[in-house]
């Protein structure tokens, strides 16, 4: 296939979740490398790339064939593969959770940072303009004597 992409490492660090995968995909929009099922679940949720928030749709996927890899074992469905299998869907899922809910925080820390400069630099203005309006009273008061006194 002309648009898929060879790598040739026998593991990818993922961007979402940082672990191993033996199915990666190439976010063709930011160029960000991801699990296949992990980034299928995320833009499913979000409709947008989890790193440049780039909106992106499934069909933005281009898959990367990974050079060296070691075949997969081929294993009968019995009910403890079927538990791995769910307990592998659920730590996909928490791993998009996860990933959403750092950003988050990240972004709610520097908008509270912000917050707080806003406020000191208002509470510092109404300082500096109270500190004047107390001059300007006393300047008046100090005229009006002097134009009483005339």
């Not at 593969?81 to 709610?108: A, C, G, M, P, Y």
Request: proline share 3%.
């Amino acid at each position: 296939n002309v648009g898929d992409v060879i790598l040739f490492s026998f593991f990818i660090i993922l961007s979402v979740s940082g672990y191993f995968t033996n199915n990666p995909v190439l976010l063709r929009k930011s160029g960000y490398i991801f699990d296949r099922n992990i980034i299928n679940k995320y833009i499913t949720m979000f409709k947008r790339c989890p790193i440049s928030y780039i909106p992106s749709k499934s069909d933005d996927l281009i898959l990367c064939k990974v050079l060296n890899q070691a075949n997969k074992p081929i294993h009968k469905k019995n009910s403890f593969n079927l538990i791995i299998d769910q307990l592998k869907e659920d730590w996909e899922t928490n791993s998009i959770l996860v990933f959403r809910l750092k950003n988050n925080l990240l972004f709610t820390r520097q908008e509270l940072i912000f917050s707080y400069y806003q406020v000191d630099i208002a509470c510092r203005a109404i300082a500096k303009i109270s500190k004047e309006k107390m001059k300007l009273w006393k300047t008046l008061d100090i005229i009006r004597k002097l134009l009483s006194h005339s």
